[in-house]
Structure formats: structure tokens, C-alpha cells
């Protein structure tokens, strides 16, 4: 894992925004995989001023977000179809054809998720997957349990995820509790990962997930397992991390 600590959150989102842009342009018709939470902002926010000054074509470009929540429309404020609308896709000049993120409001959970697997793997796979990090180690929807599941699919959420997604809506009984993620696989299939760790609340789980074991109780410790994956941490998060 290439670690990299950045002095603050501005900081590491440009460096984020100039990963995916240097993937972009050395592949117009890449396939990105891509993460909503509050740590994302900042890069999506870079990745439209480039776009806006010129410097960025996302004509070509294929996305697959990593999760949604279910059950939710994709009109509400809450969803991630809004938020990927809201920070990034109404933004730029990406086809809406060509972006892709589970539908949270599915009749059928199997079909929808076999349907997202086979669409990845029409896709040619992901090329560069961005991920953010749960206070509890999750990535994607990924919870810690016993045993991880490989491609998309339903997962309830843990009550420590739907606590610290509560701050989003109006109350804590609003947050779903389920949503449909990518599974471990889809992930770790991902060619390159860029994974995005801000604030001093993620400090404790930033320092367990590079601690050289590999647990399901902490998903993102799989990450040490993929040849290409990059961290960028601002300074808060990093405090625990030994060099
Ligand atoms: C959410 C998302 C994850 C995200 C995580 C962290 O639950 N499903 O993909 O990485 O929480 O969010 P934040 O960046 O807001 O801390």
C-alpha cells in the first residue's frame, strides 16, 4: 500500500482529484468506481473545477458507484443518486447512460445485483475504484461480520454505521436500514484503488487497517491484500500511523 499523508482535508482532495484526472486522461473511456460520504466532496468539487477550466473530459467516461440505500427513491435528498447528481454528475459532461448506481428502490434485490455484477463485468472491470472509509471499517456497504460477501448484494447496517449516517437526515428512525453494495470482490477486482481517509474520528480505524492483519471484522483491512492500492489520509487522520 502506497501511504500517503497530506497536511489537511484541501490538501488531500486535489491530490485525490489529480489521481482520478491523471487515470482520465491516460484512459478517456475509463471505468471509475466511485464513493459518496463527506470525504469525497472535496475531490468532486476539484474534479469540476477542472472540468469547468478545460482541463477534463469525462465524454468517455463509465461509472459504477459502490452502494446505495435501501429501500430509497433516487429523488430523495438522502440518496445517493442525489448526492452523485448534486457534487459531480450534473457538473460535467458525463453521459447519464454511462453512470451506474444500484437502484435502491428495486422490486428485486437478486436481479438488481446480478444485473450490477454483469454490467461491471461488461464494463471491462473498474479501473480505478475510489473508496472512503466507515467509522467501523466498513468499505462500500461492506459491514464487519464473520464472513465478508464477495459481489453486490443487500446487507443490513450496522447500528454504528446507521448512527454515524443519522447526522444526514432529520432523524435517526429516517436512515434505511439496509442498503446494496458492491461486495469484496468487486472491489479488490478493481485494477487501482484510491482510498480516501479524513478527519480525527477515523484515526483509530486508519491505524487497524494497516496493521499488517487481515480481519472481516475490519473489511478494509483486505486492502492490504490488492497490489495497487494508494491512501491518501489528511494529518488528523493519520495520527496513529507508524512509517
Ligand atoms: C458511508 C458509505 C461509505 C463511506 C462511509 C464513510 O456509509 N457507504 O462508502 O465511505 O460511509 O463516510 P464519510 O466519508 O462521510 O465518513
Do not use: W
Amino acid at each position: 500500500m502506497n501511504k500517503i499523508i497530506c497536511e489537511n482535508y484541501d490538501k488531500m482532495s486535489k491530490m485525490a482529484a489529480q489521481i482520478v484526472s491523471d487515470q482520465i486522461k491516460s484512459k478517456p473511456d475509463s471505468v471509475l468506481g466511485l464513493a459518496t460520504g463527506s470525504t469525497p466532496i472535496g475531490m468532486y468539487k476539484e474534479l469540476v473545477r477542472m472540468f469547468q477550466a478545460g482541463e477534463l473530459d469525462f465524454a468517455k467516461v463509465i461509472t459504477f458507484n459502490l452502494d446505495e440505500y435501501y429501500r430509497i427513491e433516487k429523488n430523495n435528498q438522502q440518496s445517493y443518486h442525489y448526492f452523485m447528481n448534486e457534487h459531480l454528475f450534473k457538473h460535467i459532461n458525463i453521459n447519464p447512460e454511462n453512470t451506474h448506481i444500484p437502484d435502491g428502490n428495486t422490486e428485486s434485490v437478486e436481479k438488481e445485483c446480478k444485473n450490477y455484477d454483469n454490467m461491471i463485468k461488461k464494463a471491462g472491470g473498474i479501473d480505478l475504484q475510489v473508496l472512503g472509509l466507515g467509522i467501523n471499517g466498513h468499505i462500500g456497504f461492506n459491514e464487519p461480520d464473520s464472513e465478508l460477501i464477495a459481489y453486490t448484494h443487500l446487507t443490513p447496517l450496522k447500528q454504528k454505521t446507521i448512527q454515524a449516517n443519522s447526522r444526514f437526515f432529520n432523524s435517526i428512525d429516517e436512515v434505511p436500514k439496509h442498503a446494496i453494495t458492491m461486495g469484496m470482490a468487486n472491489i479488490l477486482q478493481a485494477k487501482k484503488i484510491l482510498l480516501l481517509i479524513s478527519g480525527k474520528n477515523k484515526a483509530e480505524i486508519a491505524h487497524k487497517i494497516f496493521n499488517g492483519k487481515i480481519t472481516t471484522n475490519i473489511p478494509a483491512s483486505f486492502l492490504q491484500l490488492h497490489p495497487d492500492t494508494t491512501v491518501i489520509m489528511d494529518r488528523e487522520a493519520a495520527e496513529y500511523i507508524e512509517f
